[in-house]
Nanobody, 119 residues
Framework: VQLVESGGGLVQPGGSLRVSCTAS????????MSWYRQAPGKEREWVAG????????KYANSVKGRFTVSRDNAKNTVYLQMNSLKPEDTAVYYC?????????????WGQGTQVTVSS
């Protein structure tokens, strides 16, 4: 089982960036996918999620209207498009795969990708 994030980097305030997370070793299409982030000295926080069955999405208030989560089940990949970036969006971004079946929860994490918003 593996989740590999990519696409992080340095971007100026107001800019855009798209990070990706590619999965392998499990049935990606059956898993709900989420993005989390962790800034230096802060706890990890949930950013956005997309449901496996319906494709419905949800966002943290801090990113609503600026970030868009999407998935391509054919490519086993989930994306986070980030627009109008702010310095406070600087963090390591992690993707997470989650599935609940009777009496068992499956939860996998990637290693993270650094996003830095700075002029």
């Amino acid at each position: 089982v593996q989740l590999v994030e990519s696409g992080g980097g340095l971007v100026q305030p107001g800019g855009s960036l798209r990070v990706s997370c590619t999965a392998s070793g499990f049935d990606f299409s059956r898993y709900d996918m989420s993005w989390y982030r962790q800034a230096p000295g802060k706890e990890r926080e949930w950013v956005a999620g997309i449901i496996s069955a319906s494709g419905s999405t949800k966002y943290a208030n801090s990113v609503k209207g600026r970030f868009t989560v999407s998935r391509d089940n054919a490519k086993n990949t989930v994306y986070l498009q980030m627009n109008s970036l702010k310095p406070e969006d600087t963090a390591v971004y992690y993707c997470s795969a989650f599935r609940r079946v009777p009496w068992t929860v499956f939860n996998y994490w990637g290693q993270g990708t650094q996003v830095t918003v700075s002029s």
